[in-house]
């Protein structure tokens, strides 16, 4: 398993930008499915994107589709959302999850097995 640890989270106004980043620990972070998923307040956590261990294949939710870009390097054990043109209803806790046995179209929160403790987006309009 790898330890997940996110940052770059913060306050910032609707249409602003900023850069999740999620380090991982352990040696074999290549060969992890990647993915960022979100929670709001009184909402079950939802997939906001997600990335193969190779790169090659990406899955982005409706919603961010457009707006936020994910990306990985994996001589740096990092995976990256990018968020752009945010919006009040991208406020919430988000997640990085990885796993070894899902693909990047897998939605379900419960199917990664390592997470990191979340990183606070808040977006004011």
């Known amino acids: 398993q790898v330890q997940l640890v996110e940052s770059g989270g913060g306050l910032v106004q609707a249409g602003g930008s900023l850069r999740l980043s999620c380090a991982a620990s352990g040696r074999t972070f290549s060969s992890y499915v990647m993915g960022w998923f979100r929670q709001a307040p009184g909402k079950e956590r939802e997939i906001v994107a997600a990335?193969?261990?190779?790169?090659?294949?990406?899955y982005y939710a409706d919603f961010v589709k457009g707006r936020f870009t994910i990306s990985r390097d994996d001589s740096k054990n990092t995976v990256y959302l990018q968020m752009n043109s945010l919006e009040a209803e991208d406020t919430a806790v988000y997640y990085c999850?990885?796993?070894?046995?899902?693909?990047?179209?897998?939605?379900?929160?419960?199917?990664?097995?390592?997470w990191g403790q979340g990183t606070q987006v808040t977006v004011s309009s």
């Open positions: 990335i193969s261990w190779s790169g090659s294949a990406t």
């Open positions: 999850e990885a796993d070894r046995k899902v693909v990047a179209s897998t939605r379900t929160p419960s199917a990664y097995g390592c």
